[in-house]
Structures are given as structure tokens and as C-alpha cells.
């Protein structure tokens, strides 16, 4: 998964919740333009959109941005850091089998999930659909158990540790039936869980997943008008030619795209705005 991009109202705020709490770096700002992440890599971007208003709650959009850590310290820097500036957004954790997470809500109501993965070899697979719940996870347990020094003294000053990427993409949507013709039959993940009519998650290269869509608040909703919340989620595939089959595919299934030659975009059933790249060209 690339970047998220964020329409925000209030951009110096989003900015420091990001910089401060989450503890990305500000990688540019460029105007309305803010880009957070880590060393080179984009995590979240922020684009200044003071003029819109807030979606309804019930809309399709945005659940959560996933942030993946590389360690368990590095998560449990950025948990210490976001609690102790932002400690109204803490909104929960839990162990889900293939990884810890610690879930929060920015200051405007865009959802973002902090988490580690367990490794791979320790993920239960049957059938094809790999084995998740959602088991109590204590915070203050975690930390303890996980923060050395070097980590409390970058929470302390607003820095972290580590790598730090876009794991998943979590979305609320109005159906599954519809997120599962479009993410699976169409765009080519695989379904690696579902919960009946209300949730289903996807994934390439079996990985967890890299993206997710529920209805639990948004059963129902229709295309997205524009709005606060969402701008774009970002999806890197491997080359170019990945991006150009996956150019024919969607063109064979008469889903719109706007291609400029350096990436692929379009609309989900709901309005959400997906842009997929090639990380690399093919070898030679």
C-alpha cells in the first residue's frame, strides 16, 4: 500500500497529530500540501480543503488508515507518544493473532490504527481464509513490557523509531456483496476473511490484508459527495507491466480509469478515488 491522502480543515493541526503524536517527520509542505512518513517513504498526506464539511457519520469513506511499525518498540513509542499529547483519541486495542493493534481517531474523526505484525511462520491459514480475532489487549501492559528507554525518550520528544508504512486500509462501505465484485473480481486482490454481510478483507501475495471494507456504520451508503475525510488511497504494484494488465482488466470489466502514463486511477462503487503505480520497472 502507498500514501493516504487526507482532505483536512484544519492542516497545522493534522500536521502536528501526525508529526508529534503518531511521530512521523514532515517530510515537505508544500502549501496546502503536507506530506508525513518515514525517511523517504509517504504515509500520509494532507491536503488543505478548508471550504468542505465533514461527510455524515453513515457515509461510505474512510474507517482507519493502518500504520505498520517495524518492531514492537517503534509501536509502542508512537502508542506512548499519541497518548500522552492526544489522550482523547486512544479509542482501543486489541491482539488479533496476526498482529497487535492500538486504534485511534485523529482530531477529524479520521480513524488510524497503529500496529506490529506477528511473524508470518505463527499465522493460522484454513482454507484459504487466514485466522483473526479480536482478543483484550492492554495498553499500559504493552508498554511496559515493550518500551526500553531509547523508545520513551523519542516519545518524549516527539520522535520515533523504526520503519513505519502504510500496512492496510480499512474502508466503510455500503455493501459487500459490491466491495467483493469490485476489490476481488475486478481490481485482483484475494479474500483472506469475511464476515458474512458485514465485513471482508483482501489481500496480495498472502499477506493478512491490505485492505479491508466494512458496513458497520455505513450500510446502505451511496457514492460519496466531496467532502472532509478521504482524498485518496494509494496502491503500488510490483511493475509497470503489472499496472498495464491491470490497465486491460479493468478496461474488459468498463470500469472508468484515468491513466497519465505513470499511474492508473479510478472510482470504487462508493466514490472513494484509487490510484494505483508500478514501484519498479520489469527486469530486463
Known sequence: ??????????????????????????????GPVAVLGRGTTPVVILQHAPELKHASPRDAGLYHTAILFDS???LATAILAVASRYPGTFTGSADHLVSEAFYFTD???NGVELYFDRDRSGWSWVHGQVE?????????????????QVGADAAASGTGLGDAVVGHV????????????????????ETTAAMGDQAIFVSAGGY??????????????GRRGLALGLGKVEIVVPTVDDLGELGERMSHFSVPTRDDGRSLAFDDPW???????????PAA
Not at 170 to 189: C, M, Q
Not at 208 to 219: D, E, K, P
Open 1 to 30: 500500500m502507498g500514501a493516504v491522502t487526507l482532505r483536512v480543515g484544519d492542516l497545522d493541526g493534522m500536521i502536528r497529530y501526525y508529526r508529534d503524536g503518531v511521530t512521523l517527520e514532515l517530510l515537505s509542505h508544500d
Open 72 to 74: 514492537r518498540e517503534a
Open 107 to 109: 482530531p477529524e474523526g
Open 132 to 148: 483473526m480475532a479480536t482478543i483484550f489487549l492492554d495498553p499500559n501492559a504493552y508498554l511496559r513490557e515493550h518500551l526500553g
Open 170 to 189: 480499512h474502508l466503510s462501505v455500503g455493501d459487500i456483496a459490491s466491495a467483493r465484485e469490485f476489490y476481488v473480481d475486478r481490481l485482483g486482490f
Open 208 to 221: 493478512h490484508h491490505h485492505m479491508a471494507m466494512n458496513t458497520w456504520g455505513s450500510r446502505g451508503a
Open 271 to 281: 466514490a472513494n478515488l484509487v490510484e494505483v503505480r508500478a514501484g519498479a520497472e
